[in-house]
């Protein structure tokens, strides 16, 4: 395992809290296996490409780590109604991660409207060497997970398979298709293969009770957040 020593960016407006500051400590990883940054997830640590990041807010400690219990998960309506609305008409494939012209078109058309819906930051001139290094150029080995509906490209998450559970990095889909779903359905899909193999976990990322791009983790029941104590919790939302 090779991680650099920690590092922090200065305190700046926050990308989810709008009325706040935020404050994100970073590791580079230069090489790390998967049972490796496992350690890393579970101590509420997260990676975009080989960077290691975690919220070292200074007045604010809203981003909370989630996973669902696999084992005690039940779906509920809507989630029961968004899987039947797909699970028909969607074609999963699982590969590498790549930078293809449809990953790409996808990301910008998803951002673009993120940005008008929910004020995201703009991402019109990502490049595609910015996109290979965010979700392509990983210290260790991820998985692309592709929806097609028909043969058309509808849906990208990023996944790390760990030995811990699958951990979702990040889920794109088609803003034309939004009334599917379908990161609800990729949601899912995680937990029904994290319970084919007898994992226990799916690790969403951070919770965030007041932004509604990250409060929807809560709703997959029942799940644990990691606590200020460092161990991990029992949770509603």
């Given at each position: 395992?090779?991680?650099?020593?920690?590092?922090?960016?200065?305190?700046?407006?926050?990308?989810?809290?709008?009325?706040?500051?935020?404050?994100?400590?970073?590791?580079?990883?230069?090489?790390?296996?998967?049972?490796?940054?496992?350690?890393?997830?579970?101590?509420?640590?997260?990676?975009?490409?080989?960077?290691?990041?975690?919220p070292?807010?200074?007045?604010?400690?809203?981003?909370?780590?989630?996973?669902?219990?696999?084992?005690?998960?039940?779906?509920?309506?809507?989630?029961?109604?968004?899987?039947?609305?797909?699970?028909?008409?969607?074609?999963?494939?699982?590969?590498?991660?790549?930078?293809?012209?449809?990953?790409?078109?996808?990301?910008?058309?998803?951002?673009?409207?993120?940005?008008?819906?929910?004020?995201w930051?703009s991402?019109?001139?990502?490049?595609?060497?910015?996109?290979?290094?965010?979700?392509?150029?990983?210290?260790?080995?991820?998985?692309?997970?592709?929806?097609?509906?028909?043969?058309?490209?509808?849906?990208?998450?990023?996944?790390?398979?760990?030995?811990?559970?699958p951990?979702?990095?990040?889920?794109?889909?088609?803003?034309?298709?939004?009334?599917?779903?379908?990161?609800?359905?990729n949601?899912?899909?995680?937990?029904?293969?994290?319970?084919?193999?007898g994992?226990?976990?799916?690790?969403?990322?951070?919770?965030?009770?007041?932004?509604?791009?990250?409060?929807?983790?809560?709703?997959?029941t029942?799940?644990?957040?990691?606590?200020?104590?460092g161990?991990?919790?029992?949770f509603?939302?």
């Amino acid at each position: 395992m090779h991680v650099s020593p920690p590092f922090s960016d200065r305190p700046s407006r926050c990308g989810y809290l709008h009325d706040r500051d935020w404050r994100l400590e970073y590791r580079l990883a230069f090489d790390l296996s998967a049972e490796e940054y496992a350690g890393w997830l579970v101590s509420g640590w997260r990676h975009f490409g080989r960077t290691l990041f975690r919220p070292r807010c200074p007045a604010c400690d809203a981003c909370r780590p989630l996973r669902v219990d696999v084992g005690r998960f039940r779906p509920d309506r809507s989630q029961r109604r968004a899987w039947r609305a797909n699970e028909p008409d969607l074609r999963l494939e699982i590969a590498d991660p790549a930078a293809g012209p449809g990953q790409l078109d996808l990301y910008r058309r998803y951002h673009a409207h993120q940005e008008r819906a929910k004020q995201w930051p703009s991402r019109e001139d990502e490049t595609e060497a910015e996109y290979r290094e965010t979700f392509v150029d990983n210290p260790f080995p991820t998985r692309e997970w592709r929806y097609y509906l028909g043969e058309a490209l509808v849906g990208v998450g990023y996944v790390d398979p760990l030995p811990v559970g699958p951990s979702a990095i990040t889920f794109i889909h088609d803003p034309a298709h939004r009334g599917r779903s379908l990161g609800t359905y990729n949601v899912l899909a995680l937990i029904d293969h994290a319970r084919a193999l007898g994992q226990p976990h799916v690790y969403l990322g951070y919770y965030i009770a007041n932004c509604p791009s990250m409060a929807y983790k809560a709703r997959f029941t029942p799940n644990q957040t990691l606590g200020r104590d460092g161990r991990w919790g029992d949770f509603i939302g």
